[in-house]
């Protein structure tokens, strides 16, 4: 497991590199190398690279350019990296979830609360090709659920679109595919005939949903208060490492 700690407080990554070989001795899993350490956001992006890193611990107040502004630079590279922010307040979650942060840790944390960060990296490994079983040209296909961008009903079929830009049909009406997907709590029915993946979504605005491709999500004006509820609570969830 390749591991980066951006810190600019000695006490603190001290503690932490500390709590990461206790967690990695109990798990048998061996850190190699030995975390690299950062005291700065620049530090690190002077020798990033993407598929660098498997996790990267990111102090949130950082002399020069902050953990948020390292974050996004680090997106602009490497998109499947887990992001995991330290901070000493508790008011982040929406910020962090911008930069689709898989936890953060507010400190001072204690070695369960890492431990339950380092999990939760983990059992996203695993989910990353979560799917279920829908009706297909010649039979059973699967839908992988994280690779959504977003769905829609059009000509009595669903057309589902992946992140990546791939996409396909299904032949089934949307109410029964909809009662597929909105079980699983990143999954939204914004508009008629419409499901969004908050997975895919980079930032939601006055009527619509702008998607990390650019893409352009709307909401129905009558649905606005309940998808953003929903929404936000997701947020919330998301990076306390709920969802």
Same mark, same amino acid.
């Given at each position: ?19 990461? %070989? /206790? ?6 899993? *061996? ?13 690190? @992006?002077? %020798?990033? &690279? %993407? +598929? &660098? ?5 990111? +102090? ?11 974050? &996004? ?37 204690? *070695?369960?609360?890492?431990? !339950?960060?380092? =999990?939760?990296? %983990? ?10 079983? $829908?009706?297909? !040209? ?9 690779? $959504? ?21 299904? *032949?089934?009406?949307h109410r029964d595919f909809a009662a597929l997907l909105l079980p699983y709590p990143y999954f939204c029915d914004c508009m008629k005939g419409i499901l969004?993946?908050?997975?895919? /979504? +980079? ?6 949903? #702008?998607? #990390?491709?650019?893409s352009s999500i709307p909401i129905s004006r009558l649905k606005y208060k309940e998808v953003r509820e929903h929404f936000l609570n997701y947020t919330y969830?998301?990076?306390?490492? =709920? @969802?």
């Amino acid at each position: 497991m390749r591991i980066a700690i951006v810190e600019d407080v000695p006490a603190d990554w001290e503690f932490l590199l500390h709590s990461l %070989k /206790v967690w990695a001795l109990e798990n048998r899993i *061996p850190l190699i190398p030995v975390p690299d350490l950062f005291t700065s956001g620049e530090a690190l @992006l002077s %020798k990033f &690279q %993407k +598929d &660098q890193y498997d996790i990267i611990f990111l +102090d949130v107040y950082l002399d020069g350019i902050t953990g948020m502004e390292t974050a &996004q630079k680090i997106r602009e590279k490497d998109g499947s990296c887990h992001l995991i922010f330290t901070t000493a307040f508790a008011g982040f979650a929406v910020d962090s979830y911008e930069v689709n942060s898989t936890y953060y840790l507010v400190k001072p944390f204690s *070695p369960q609360k890492l431990s !339950q960060a380092m =999990e939760r990296c %983990k059992a996203l490994c695993l989910e990353r090709e979560q799917s279920i079983s $829908i009706p297909g !040209q010649d039979g059973e296909q699967r839908l992988y659920l994280h690779r $959504i961008a977003y769905t829609e009903y059009e000509a009595r079929r669903v057309r589902v679109h992946y992140q990546d830009g791939k996409g396909f049909s299904v *032949p089934m009406n949307h109410r029964d595919f909809a009662a597929l997907l909105l079980p699983y709590p990143y999954f939204c029915d914004c508009m008629k005939g419409i499901l969004v993946n908050f997975e895919a /979504v +980079d930032k939601l605005m006055e009527d619509h949903f #702008r998607l #990390r491709d650019g893409s352009s999500i709307p909401i129905s004006r009558l649905k606005y208060k309940e998808v953003r509820e929903h929404f936000l609570n997701y947020t919330y969830a998301h990076a306390r490492g =709920e @969802l």
